[in-house]
């Protein structure tokens, strides 16, 4: 799935890593979690998955949750994505496991993607983002997308979700999207879907998302 599976607890960091090959799930790590870090590090990694059975993409790491933070890293890595599913230039989803708790909110900090993200053939709900797919809870900042986001389907699709940034944007507590620009182009060449939403810095967002600041 990746190059590490679960990278947890306040000290554990990975830095100073490049990284290539192919993976099934994120260029460096599956799970980073417990205010475990990843700093200065680069990601060859040619990604591809095969629907809801795979793990979700990311560049770096497929989930970031619970207060850990990635920094300074950069993706030049592709990514397929074949049927539903959700991902990330940089992280796939990133989460919170208690929305009660601010301080363990995740940071995405000073990255860059430069792969291309691609979906084939979605046949029900995709969220893909240039850093990040799944947004909930946390903060990207200073962070830049300059690959591609492009989704096909050649069956009729309920919704499509892209952002140059972020795909889909939902958490009721977070600093939110700050001092991130997009220039890679985002693209939809399906014609038969039910809604799509589609978005040069967010793809779509709740009525929620960046209502209340985290505290410094």
């Known amino acids: 799935k990746a190059l590490f599976y679960i990278v947890q607890g306040e000290n554990a960091e990975i830095k100073n890593l490049k990284v290539t090959g192919t993976a ?8 980073l979690t417990n205010k475990a870090k990843i700093s200065n590090c680069k990601s060859e990694v040619n990604i591809t998955t095969k629907g809801d059975n795979y793990p ?6 497929s989930n970031l949750n619970n207060g850990s933070r990635i920094e300074n890293c950069e993706n030049y890595g592709t990514i397929i994505c074949d049927r539903e599913n959700t991902g990330g230039g940089i992280v796939g989803d990133m989460a919170s496991s208690d929305e009660n708790d601010c301080r363990e909110y995740p940071v995405i900090a000073n990255c860059t993607n430069y792969g291309d993200v691609i979906i084939n053939d979605v046949t029900y709900v995709v969220k893909m983002g240039g850093i990040c797919g799944d947004f909930s809870f946390g903060t990207i900042f200073n962070c830049a997308n300059k690959g591609k986001v492009t989704v096909t389907a050649t069956e009729t699709t309920y919704s499509v979700i892209l952002g140059g940034i972020v795909g889909f944007c939902w958490g009721r507590k977070m600093d939110g999207i700050i001092n991130c620009y997009n220039i890679g182009e985002i693209r939809s060449n399906i014609s038969n879907s039910t809604k799509q939403n589609i978005g040069g810095i967010v793809g779509s967002k709740d009525d929620y998302s960046g209502a209340e600041q985290v505290p410094k």
């Open 24 to 31: 099934e799930g994120a260029g460096i790590a599956y799970n």
């Open 56 to 61: 979700t993409p990311g560049g770096i790491v």
